[in-house]
């Protein structure tokens, strides 16, 4: 078993900036990607970004491409999200997700374990 608990979130005007974190515990040896996805108001989850921890390859939607950094501490067992010129579209409830297997890591069905999210709300 994998938890995952994120952090970080909040309001924030438009153009600000905010960091997630996301504390991994449990068999996390066992983890090759991990990810962030955000669910909005009314709207199905997407992907934000994702991380193979060999290889230290990244993925971005193209929406967040430019905007947003991920990176991790292998050591800390932590996931980052850096989230830069923020709009209010960001606006979402922003999920860490770990999978232990090796898949496509910009898919949800990718992801075996999520945390409990955490609101990010950028007001214009």
């Known amino acids: 078993q994998v938890q995952l608990v994120e952090s970080g979130g909040g309001l924030v005007q438009a153009g600000g900036s905010l960091r997630l974190s996301c504390a991994a515990s449990?068999?996390?040896?066992?983890?090759?990607?991990m990810g962030w996805f955000r669910r909005a108001p009314g709207k199905e989850r997407e992907f934000v970004a994702a991380?193979?921890?060999?290889?230290?390859?990244?993925y971005y939607s193209d929406s967040v491409k430019g905007r947003f950094t991920i990176s991790g501490d292998n050591a800390k067992n932590m996931l980052y999200l850096q989230m830069n010129s923020l709009k209010t579209e960001d606006t979402a409830v922003y999920y860490c997700a770990a999978s232990i297997a090796i898949g496509n890591p910009t898919l949800e069905s990718t992801y075996d374990y999520w945390g409990q999210g955490t609101q990010v709300t950028v007001s214009s």
């Open positions: 991380v193979r921890w060999i290889g230290r390859n990244t």
């Open positions: 449990g068999r996390t040896s066992s983890v090759y990607p």
